[in-house]
């Protein structure tokens, strides 16, 4: 494939007037609700999706790919300014970023976290065209039993990395995969877990999942601690967005290591921001020259985590497009986008749909280029945006929820099963169950029956055929290892002392 | 032996949740197409759901139950009502009658006494995304009541 060549039928796609129109609003409405607090970026790409509904698909994904960097970004603002932050990619942002904000250099923040999301996003950018272009490669080689593999490597990561539980994660993991097979089975026609409920024969979308998890158990959360809660404490932005050339100059490695840490991380299945920006912490702190002042408003503590956050968002998207493989709860919302218009990202999209997958990559670009022009000028508008009052904006939230849910299939049905997720994302969330692997079982479920019984044609029935297959044997075990990893890096945390790396809790992206 | 800590009655709900899963797999009419039928994977996955359970439940009854975070039973129990409410007259009462009504009602639950405001935002609110998704994006969104 011509990388090059096909990127710039890519550009030429994306920088027509209208497609450019829609990569900026795009930009604009994914920062906007990134922005606001406890809206995380699966929630906000879900949130977003009707918007699409009524453009072409070319355009469609344009806009996408701004939303998708855009709500990735948002996180940051909420995360210097408020000392609770929403989404827990931004947890680790807001040790040190809010910190900076209570001495004043809110603005310095916020410039290092959109000049290191620029950054990161463009290194991204440039790995992810270069990373799924060779997974397609690699894809046309490997047969139903690998994808099998991978996917299983992906539930066991985000297993793994949940920090809950093991048996919380086992049975969200489970549970999702079981919702994931509820309606007619393709390959037989026959009806699975339905109950005799004919709404149920189309299956559960990932929207209803994301929606109903995440916004309706969200706001049943906030209304059952309504009385516990106290005035969240807040910073004000004082004088514009700037760094000082002091700022600028400690900045610049941590974000270049964070890119790096973020891709690398983001392209393995499963393992989210959230863990991408935590070790990015972990190294700035290891390699500064004043450790010291980490907790107290480092500005390489906010640099670092937020490129990585960013360069994550971009590597995700490679087992995604490369392998049509979601690898992280904001990933499996994506394949919703994706499945609307009849698509299924992976090998076969970049043969059918060059104009499509190469326009996406190219708008990735360009939302990079639309957040670093519109995110230091309008970083005043996002400010305000904390000023709504919380319960106008919590019953917002569920207004467009509700129009979101409708307008997937016009199925008044929909919104019943999208209540009863709000209720079980409740009770997960008090009871301290991880909600991403249910996210993510949900869209891997349908995927995960296809391969294996696919899989199990070529092995004429045997399990361990497949399973001691090279690439599936290989896979199995690097999905083993990673499951390992956290339990390093929690170690990590406690010998070193800091509790706040240590209880690093669920990934919710 | 009691079932103090709330992960023991999670872990049972969970292992019923399992039960359920199962039941949906099992009753699955188990066509033979290639070598894997329709119900493997959903009994497999049910049988994980249930030794889950099993094993939260285990766990907890060795652990001390946790000091639990104060449960707003009153506020919580109000805006689940509300919800439900808004969700099931959605389609009836059209779009519009029953967003402005839920938005200014949630907000109340929540807490919020700015009577003029809340008012003014819900109308405000539900009339642009009215006019945003229905009119901009044509999105088909319910009339109900209302003569639209």
Known sequence: MDMLGALAGGFATALTPQNLLYAFIGVLLGTGVGVLPGIGPALTISLLLPVTFGLDPVPAFIMFGGIYYGAMYGGSTTSILVNTPGESSSVVTAIDGYQMAKRGRAGAALATAAIGSF?????????????????????????????????????????????SSVPKALF????????????????????????????????????????????????????????????????????????????????????????????????????????????????????SKHPLEFGKGAIEGVAGPEASNNAAAGGNLVPLLGLGIPGSGTTAVMI????????????????????????LIASLYIANVALLILNLP?????????????????????????????SIDRRPSDLAVVFALGVLGFLMRRYDYPIAPLLLGLVLGPLIDLNFRRGMIMTDGSVLTLLARPGTAAILA??????????????????SGRRELASLGEIDD | MTLRHPDAIGGLAVVALGVVVLAGALTTPDVQFGVVG??????????????SGLWLTAVSLQADPPVSEALDARHLTLAVIAVA?????????????????????????????????????????????YVLFERLLTVDLPGGVLPL
């Open chain 1, 336 to 359: 919703a986008a994706f499945q609307i218009y009849g698509l299924q990202p992976g090998p076969l999209l970049f043969d059918q749909r060059p104009d499509l997958v190469w326009g």
């Open chain 1, 478 to 495: 690097a999905g083993l290892i990673l499951v390992l990893v956290p339990q390093l890096v929690r170690l990590y945390g406690r010998v």
């Open chain 2, 38 to 51: 329709p119900a493997v994977l959903p009994s497999v996955f049910g049988i994980l759901v249930v030794l």
């Open chain 1, 119 to 163: 950054v990161a996003g463009t290194i991204a950018t440039v790995g992810l065209m270069i990373g799924a272009v060779a997974l397609v490669g690699l894809a046309v080689r490997i047969g139903p039993p690998e994808y099998f593999a991978i996917m299983i490597l992906a539930l066991l990561s985000v297993t793994g990395l949940s920090g």
């Open chain 1, 378 to 406: 309008l970083v005043g508008l996002w400010v305000k945006l904390l000023d709504i009052p919380k319960p106008l904006l919590y019953a917002g939230i569920l207004v467009v929820s509700a129009v979101g849910v409708y």
């Open chain 1, 172 to 287: 969200a993991t489970a549970f999702g995969l079981a919702l994931g097979l509820v309606g007619m089975d393709n390959q037989t026609g026959q009806l699975r877990m339905t109950f005799g409920i004919s709404e149920l024969e189309d299956g559960i979308d990932v929207v209803l999942g994301a929606i109903g998890l995440f916004a309706v158990g969200e706001v049943f959360w906030v209304a059952s601690t309504w009385r516990a809660q106290q005035d969240e404490e807040r910073q004000t932005l004082r004088g514009p967005a700037r760094m000082t050339r002091d700022e600028f100059g400690r900045s610049i490695a941590p974000w270049m290591r964070g890119s790096v840490i973020g891709f690398i991380i983001g392209v393995l299945p499963g393992a989210g921001a959230a863990i991408s920006s935590f070790m990015s912490y972990a190294v700035e702190r290891r390699v």
């Open chain 2, 85 to 129: 409410l808004y969700f099931a007259a959605f389609v009836p009462l059209g779009f519009i009658v029953s967003s402005v009504a839920f938005f200014f009602g949630l907000s109340w639950i929540l807490g919020s006494r700015a009577v003029l405001r809340d008012a003014v935002a819900s109308v405000g609110f539900v009339l642009a995304l």
